[in-house]
Structures are given as C-alpha cells and as structure tokens.
C-alpha cells in the first residue's frame, strides 16, 4: 500500500467537488433557488448594516467604511467553514439513527472522508460579497496596496477561518456525547454574527470571553486591527495564526476522539 | 487453506443505564447514575479460512453486529484477541479497511448523488486499486449481472434491490481477503434475492473471497453457506456444517396433512391430540414436527385419522429453518 499524502487527499477531493457540483447542477430549480436565495441573504445582511450606520455615523471609533471592512472581511473569512465544512450540521442525525458507521470502513482519514462529502456551493455568493465589500471600503478608506498588506490579509484571512471552523468542529463534536447537540452548534453559528463588531463596543466581560473562551474576536476584529491601526495592535494579535492553527488541530483531535469511540446503533 | 480470521476467547461488554420508570425516575437518573454491565459477546472462538462463506446466524439482539463490529475495527473487544489476516482490526483500522468490504442491508455506503460508475472511480482511488485489476474486476461484473442500466444512474435513484446490488458490487472492487454482508437479502423481492445470492456466490468462487454473512433469512444460508455459526445471548451455540445440524435432528421429519374444514381451527384440535409435538397450519397444510425417538410418523398419522379424515399427506425432512427455529427455541443438547 502507498502512502497517503496530501497529494492523495487532494487528487480525492477536487474529484468528489467536481462530481459533487455536477450533481448539484442538474437539479436546475434547486441550485437557482438556493443561490438566490444566498444572495438575498447578503442583502438584507447588508441592508440591516447600512441602516445601522444612517443612525450611527460611527460606532467607538470605528467609521462607517473601517465598519464595512471588518464586516467584508468576516464574510470572506465565514466562507470555508460555509463551503468546506457544511457536512457538521447533518453529523447529529448521521450519529443519531447509527449511518455515521458507513465512514468507519474505508481505508482514508475519518474526518476527511466525511467532510468532503458536501461541498456547499452557496458560500461562494458570500465570499463574491465578502471581496467586493472589502475592496469598495479598501479604496474609500484609502488604504496602499503593498505586497506586504496582501500578505498581511491573506495570512489574517486564513487564520479568521480555521478559528470559525475549529469552533464549528468542536461544538458539531459534541454530538458524540450529547444526543441533542444541535443547539451548541447553533450557538457556535450565532456567536459569528458578533464577529461583525469592534469587541470594543462589548463590556469587558464578553471583551475577555471573546478572545480567550469563544475567540471569534480574532475572526474579524484582531486581524481587522492590523490592518486599519497598526500603531495600536495588542501583542496577542501577532500570535493569532499560531492560536489559529492550534484550535483547529485540537478541535480536530476532538473531533476524532469522538468518532473513533462511535458505536454505532443495533441494526 | 489458510486461515484468514482468528478469534480467540473475545468478550465484548456495555455500561448501561437503568433507566427508572416515569417522570420522577428520569429527574432521579439526573442525578443518581445507577450503570449495568451487559455482555453482549460472551467468550467467542473461532477460526475463519480463505474462501470460505460462513452464515453467522442468531436471534435479534443476540450479539452479531457486535462481533461484525469487532471484526471490522470499529468496536474494541473488552477482552480477547482477534486477528483480521494477520491484523489486530482496532489498532490498525486502516490497514484493516483495505482488506475488507463491508455492505449493510439497508445502509447504503455509496455516494448518494452520484452514478454508479463515479463511485467506483472514487473507491478505486481510495483504495489505490491498479487500473488493470480495475479493468478486469468491471469485465467480471459485466459478465454477472447486468450492471450497464446501473452505471449511469445517481444511487438515490435507485430501487432498494439497484442499491444493494451497487453496493455489493462497491465492496468487491478493491478484492478485499474478506466481505461482511450484514442481512444483505433484507427487503428485496424473490427474483432480486435469486440474483444476489447468486452473484455472491459467483464472487466468492471467482476471487476466493471469505463471506461473512448475518441473516434471517433461510434461504439465504441454503443456497450459500456450508458453515454456519449460530450465537444467543452473546454466547455461542453452535459452530459446524449445516448438514451436521441437520443430523443432530435427524429424528424429526414433518408430516403435512390436509384435512377438512378450516385448517387453524382443525391444526389447534390435533394439536390436543398430539400434545407431545409442535403442529402449525398454513394456508394449505397443517405441519406435524414430529420427533420419531418418541413415536413413528406412522403411528401419528394413524391416530389422527381416527378422528379427521385426510385427503392429502406428505412427509419432509427437517428444513433449516425448523432446525434454527429449534435451536433459538430450545438450544443445543
């Protein structure tokens, strides 16, 4: 037997995404819908926003167009978790009626064998919204353009998104234990909204729940600080990608933990 | 033959929580946990060769997904040891999956969007199957069954017989050592049970793979399995060909009568009449289980014919049937 590399895992992949697609798209009524539906989602997101700031022409600090670039990068940042990891809303009801023991037999790593199984597609209206926002308020505020800036967001952005699927994980994982999981994972989806704020407009209660007990502080706001105050970023912020990478390896390990020790139901 | 499958002395227990009865009782079981331990496979033995289809038989409930399970590595034994050719199936999962393919009955393990033939080309990455073994284990389905109207059809499409067909076919591909069917022929009509035993059987000749297959249903075991294991209770009953059992039993024969009036009423009046054996009546027959040791067929049949009057008779042996139905009843002395 070879070994199994990300060569491997990739080469699966894009196959199952392709096929997936395919599928998708020869059910015509079903795939339009869904998209419009996505896009009027964003809209009325949107507009909620901007009828906010009609009212507040800034919030702490925090002007209309910085407000509409943390909002656009949380949008990019939520869309992997949207696109790649959507399969965690069914493993409640996979484990419940015992179908999750059909992941069990193939020779390939549990977890991504199971979310590679659904690929959601409307998430990519969210990250075409999520771009145009951040580049519309990137001009207005008259951010330069440096390769360095691009880094700077490219490395924040991926960080935002393995802190929101770690979050996700972790609270889907939890279905291995508890038979009604379903409201920790809507609470774990809920919390992203907040993501769309400066936690300075929180108490300092939630200021320190956010970053350090649900980190979704570090989903828009930290990264957001780096590029909008870079005099004013607190220490903690540099090491984000570091807490990033650590929450979805232990979110992963808890995920695994959960399914290895599956029983499965009578048959 | 080589041995494939090993089991040596394997237990398998649950905690389980007494549930006290009623509202007051669930609030109770909130704060006081009060645990059992069940033992759903009690000191299991036994050893698999290559090649050989062996029917693993038992009451439901009785500890067969359990021991499955256990095989396939998805269950850790609570105590004993099994070897999966030559693997320890919990610790190497993996490398276990690669040798193995498992189908349950109505749990479809295919991609349910996609045709047929895209599921295979995913499993043939999966498990790195050479494209020249690909090639020829699809020339060999192709001569079994016809899967051509399959190959293009999404599963979800698929009727229940479709499915299962598909998903035997899927288990097969990679040429595992070992295949799990677990109640494969369950829901299907007659013609489609026909076909799978069939292609099942063709298979396990044709590639020389070990089938362990769990069912209900007898004709199944019949027409595929020389061995069978049968367990209850977790524990084992009985282990050997299914001739030997049936020798075990050899005594008893059915006698079949036809008599006049409606045969329920008339099978509970001689069953009166014959209280020492089982009598049962179906749309055409009432059924005599008679054990000779205690009284010849002859002497039966004299007895109720002094009292009914018989237009029609016939004598069979012992099915498989009866003698599982005996051995779930009684067990064996």
Redesign the interface.
Known sequence: ??RKGLR?YL??YF??LA??IK??MSYRADFIISTLGMIFTNIAGFVSFWILFRSFPDIKGWSYHEMLFLYGFSLISLTPVQCLFDNNWSLRSYVYS??F??Y?????NLFFYYQS?VFDIKGLGQLAFGIGTLVYSWNKIGLACTPLMILKIVVFLITASLIMIALQNAAAATCFWIQNSFYILDLAYRFRDYAKYPVTIFSSVFKFIFTFLMPIAFIAYYPSLVILRPDDVPILTWLSPIIGCLFFYVSYKIWMYGALK???T?? | MKEIIRINHITKE?KVLNRREGLKGSIKDLFSRDYKIVRAVDDISMSIQQGEIVGYLGPN?AGK?TTI?MM????EPTSGEILVDGNVPYKN???N??N?G?V??Q???L?W??PLI?SF??LK????IEDKQYNSIIELYKSLVDIEPLLHK?VRQMSLGQRTLSDILAAFLHDPKIVFL??PTIGLDVSMKAKIRKLISALNKEKNTTVILTTHDMGDVDALCRRIVIIDKGKMLYDNDIEHLKSFFGSYRTLKIRVDGDLKAQSEVIQKEVPDFAVSADDEWISILVDEDKKKVMDVLNQIQSSHSIKDMKLEEISSEDVIRKIYEEGVE
């Open positions: 037997m070879k491997f080469r699966i196959k199952i096929q997936d599928s998708k015992g179908d023991i059909k069990c037999f193939r020779p390939i199984e599956y029983n499965g009578g048959s | 649950f409930g997904s399970k396939t590595g998805v269950l999962r993996s490398k999956a690669q193995i498992v349950f009955g749990r479809s393990q991609w969007a996609l895209e080309r995913l990455d999966v498990y790195q999404p677990d109640e």
